[in-house]
């Protein structure tokens, strides 16, 4: 499994990004698939994940209705849309991916060693 996250910028507050997010390798029917990030001395933090085979959602707390997660697949792509930008959603954003994580377990899917394929992150920055 290979995956490729794009689409991080430099944005002042209340801008808006888009990170895509390019799977390969394999069927994703089984998977789960989730956006985490990690700013400098922190530790890597869930932010969203989508269930591949009926696209349910998930969000952290501090996103939720500023963020939304969808994918496409068809083209093997999963997308986290970013409104409303605040300074502290600066950090490096990691797409990740995994087939043993329990949906119903909101502990499994925000845990990042549940996953276990990820992509390079990319920098995502918020600032005036």
């Known amino acids: 499994v290979q995956l490729q996250a794009s689409g991080g910028g430099y944005v002042p507050p209340g801008g808006f990004l888009r990170l895509s997010c390019i799977a390969s390798?394999?069927?994703?029917?089984?998977?789960?698939l989730g956006w985490f990030r990690q700013a400098p001395g922190k530790e890597r933090e869930f932010v969203a994940a989508?269930?591949?085979?009926?696209?349910?959602?998930a969000y952290a707390v501090s996103v939720k209705g500023r963020f939304t997660i969808s994918r496409d697949i068809a083209g093997n792509t999963m997308y986290l849309q970013m409104n409303s930008l605040k300074p502290e959603d600066k950090a490096y954003y990691y797409c990740?991916?995994?087939?043993?994580?329990?949906?119903?377990?909101?502990?499994?899917?925000?845990?990042?060693?549940?996953?276990?394929?990820w992509g390079q992150g990319t920098q995502v920055t918020v600032s005036s």
């Open positions: 990740g991916a995994g087939n043993r994580i329990d949906w119903i377990r909101s502990d499994w899917r925000a845990s990042p060693d549940q996953y276990d394929f």
């Open positions: 390798g394999r069927p994703f029917s089984g998977y789960v």
């Open positions: 989508i269930r591949w085979s009926d696209g349910m959602t």
